[in-house]
């Protein structure tokens, strides 16, 4: 069993910015595709940020493509992101997931593990 742990959430204005972090323990870090997801309110759960095993690729969602960094630290069993230029429409639950798929994969039905999920909202 993977335990997620997220943290970082807040909240910011448009244009700020905040870092999340997912700490993940009782299992083996570096054999997991770390994906990042956010759920607002009466929406469904969507991909915006996913890593590989080794970090040397990564998926970004269109709607954040260029402002928002996924990276990973294995040795610390943490992956982050990074989110720049925030606007009011990223208001919602970041979640952090794992899968022990062997390449980057973008439904949430293929993440086995969920954390909790910080609540970030972005005021205009």
């Known amino acids: 069993q993977v335990q997620l742990v997220e943290s970082g959430g807040g909240l910011v204005q448009a244009g700020g910015s905040l870092r999340l972090s997912c700490a993940a323990s009782?299992?083996?870090?570096?054999?997991?595709?770390m994906g990042w997801f956010r759920q607002a309110p009466g929406k469904e759960r969507d991909l915006i940020a996913a890593?590989?095993?080794?970090?040397?690729?990564?998926y970004s969602a269109d709607s954040v493509k260029g402002r928002f960094t996924i990276s990973r630290d294995n040795a610390k069993n943490t992956v982050y992101l990074q989110m720049n230029s925030l606007k009011p429409d990223g208001t919602a639950i970041y979640l952090c997931?794992?899968?022990?798929?062997?390449?980057?994969?973008?439904?949430?039905?293929?993440?086995?593990?969920w954390g909790q999920g910080p609540q970030v909202t972005v005021s205009s």
């Open positions: 997931a794992a899968t022990s798929r062997a390449s980057i994969v973008v439904d949430a039905w293929e993440y086995r593990y």
């Open positions: 009782g299992g083996t870090f570096s054999k997991y595709v």
């Open positions: 890593i590989s095993w080794s970090g040397g690729n990564t």
